[in-house]
Nanobody, 119 residues
């Protein structure tokens, strides 16, 4: 059974930090491109950051460059999102996504974790 379970969300003040985690099971994690998405109230889901299967390549949305860092630990089947200098506009539900290799690769989503940035 495939599972992606996010954790680490919560309430934080502007300028603060949080680290999100996503633990995967049920598929060959080390073969999968992994990413974080977010969806704010009333808005579409958007890509925040992604990492290649080995972690050698990463990409970020312009809105989070220099503040967020994505990483992965293939031994633990886990990806992370370190979020610093948080802003109220970062408030959203954050989702973990896994995409398998090739054009027919499977896609899996977690259920999300809520991040609220507010004073």
């Amino acid at each position: 059974q495939v599972q992606l379970v996010e954790s680490g969300g919560g309430l934080v003040q502007p300028g603060g930090s949080l680290r999100l985690s996503c633990v995967a099971s049920g598929f060959t994690f080390s073969n999968y491109y992994m990413s974080w998405y977010r969806q704010a109230p009333g808005k579409e889901r958007e890509l925040v950051a992604g990492t290649s299967s080995t972690g050698a390549y990463t990409n970020y949305a312009d809105s989070v460059k220099g503040r967020f860092t994505i990483s992965r630990d293939n031994a633990k089947n886990t990806i992370y999102l370190q979020m610093n200098s948080l802003k109220p506009e970062d408030t959203a539900v954050y989702y973990c996504k896994g995409r398998g290799p090739g054009s027919l690769g499977m896609t899996y989503w977690g259920k999300g974790t809520l991040v609220t940035v507010s004073s």
